[in-house]
């Protein structure tokens, strides 16, 4: 089997972090193509607790190689921090067990104040960014005026680079949001003096990985964010600024479509969602609160309270649809442990008709009304389920029922955030 990508099937927050954590066992090299620090990834290993924002969630398995490639939005404060306290606790003691790609583009001060600012601007019509100045940098990327990791090696250009920047960034944080200005001595010193201390870690990683398959590596790549934040086909303008679908992680790590074999959507057993947009099953009030603090929803990067809903089908078959999905990992199904009845979403009613597809206009999206399905719930504690036949008949009637609206294959369940609690029923490493 040739390389894997896993990826959020529905809004982010999925579970991908533990399952890049299961699957890296079975993979040489992990890569993180996309985003930025705006993604929170956790691993719970023996009790202990792990967050990533940057670093791929493989860095914890010893001799794994792991990968930031060139598609990455990196803030170079938060890299140097998850590097320090991985090496504190124990880990990446080798720094070749890092590469990260010159090319990445690096998040500056003034794309955090710039999307601080502009949220506050937008009042009630907020996106909810994750306030990491992940936009702005995407921004500047496109508009070809970004600063690149291999900038902060080359002081004399980055100099020039920042100050160019400065001039038209200080202008619109001043003039145009009444703020604060950024200085360009004191910010062109802390970053020229990050790069001094990432110089070890940067390559040309589109090669290293392209080399690395060549000589038989199995690679697992490592989506950020979830299928309906992607920038062109999520609900815009509720969405991050990447291509989060598998395509993105093709052209974020320089790698060609070809040497993909598999394509594994994580989807949680119900839904959630942070920040604002359409949320077509989103539960209100007791409800809620119940999968919030079963599931411990409350985000990874900025701690908010995470939006609940139950199980969306058309989400996860729009998922299948963008990403050509060989297998769902089915996570957080011990969750809903203890509820009488649970419901899946198995289409939408949108202005009186009945629609089986994610609609593409947001006011559309906005206007459906789920249409449940409802089966029995089950009162067992699953945590322990280590055999798909552990599990009660009506949590695996539960899971085929997945299986059947989505058309998609259960090909793991995950039941605890603990590394064990996995049932594994076809690894895509393997198949
Ligand atoms: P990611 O961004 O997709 O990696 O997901 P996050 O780490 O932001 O959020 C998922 C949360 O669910 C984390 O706190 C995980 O430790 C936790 N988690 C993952 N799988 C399971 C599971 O099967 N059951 C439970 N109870 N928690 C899980
Ligand atoms: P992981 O990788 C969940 C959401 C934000 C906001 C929108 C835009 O942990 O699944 P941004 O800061 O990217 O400009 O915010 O996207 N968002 C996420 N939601 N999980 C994430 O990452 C997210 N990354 C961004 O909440 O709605
Ligand atoms: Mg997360």
Known sequence: MKSVIVLGAQWGDEGKGKIVDIYSEFSDTIVRPTGGNNAGHTLVVKGEKYIFHLIPSGILHPGKKCVIANGVVIDPKVLLMEIDRLKGRGYLQDDGQLKVGL????????????????????????????????????????????????????????????????????????????????????????????????????????????????????????????????????????????????????????????????????????????????????????????????????????????????????????ANRLNGLAGIALTKLDVLSGLPNVKVCVAYEIDGVRRDQVPLLLTEFEAAKPVYEQLEGWKEDISSAREFDDLPKAARKYVRKIEEITAVEVALVSVGPERNQTIIRRNPFRA
């Not at 600012?117 to 009042?123: C, P, Q, S, V």
């Not at 600063?147 to 680079?161: G, M």
């Not at 990050?194 to 940067?202: D, H, M």
């Open 103 to 318: 090319l990445a583009n690096i998040i500056l001060p003034y794309h955090i104040l710039i999307d601080k600012a502009r949220e506050e601007k937008l009042g009630d019509r907020k996106i909810g960014t994750t306030a990491r100045g992940i936009g702005p940098c995407y921004e500047d990327k496109i508009a070809r005026v970004g600063i690149r990791a291999c900038d902060l090696l080359r002081p004399e250009s980055f100099a020039e680079k920042l100050r160019a920047n400065l001039e038209a960034k200080n202008f619109l944080l001043k003039n145009y949001f009444g703020g604060e200005e950024v200085p360009f001595q004191r910010t062109c010193d802390e970053y020229l003096a990050y790069g001094e201390r990432l110089k070890t870690y940067l390559i040309d990683t589109s090669l290293f990985i392209n080399d690395e398959i060549a000589q038989g590596a199995k690679v697992l790549f490592e989506g950020a964010q979830g299928t309906l934040l992607d920038i062109d086909h999520g609900t815009y303008p509720f969405v991050t600024s990447t291509n989060t679908t598998a395509g993105g992680a093709c052209t974020g790590s320089g790698v060609g479509p070809t040497k993909i074999g598999a394509v594994i959507g994580v989807s949680k057993a119900y839904a959630t969602r942070v920040g604002g947009g359409p949320f077509p099953t989103e539960m209100f009030d007791e409800e809620v609160q119940k999968i919030r603090d079963r599931g411990n929803e409350y985000g990874s990067t900025t701690g908010r309270p995470r939006r609940c809903g139950w199980f969306d089908a058309p989400v996860v078959r729009y």
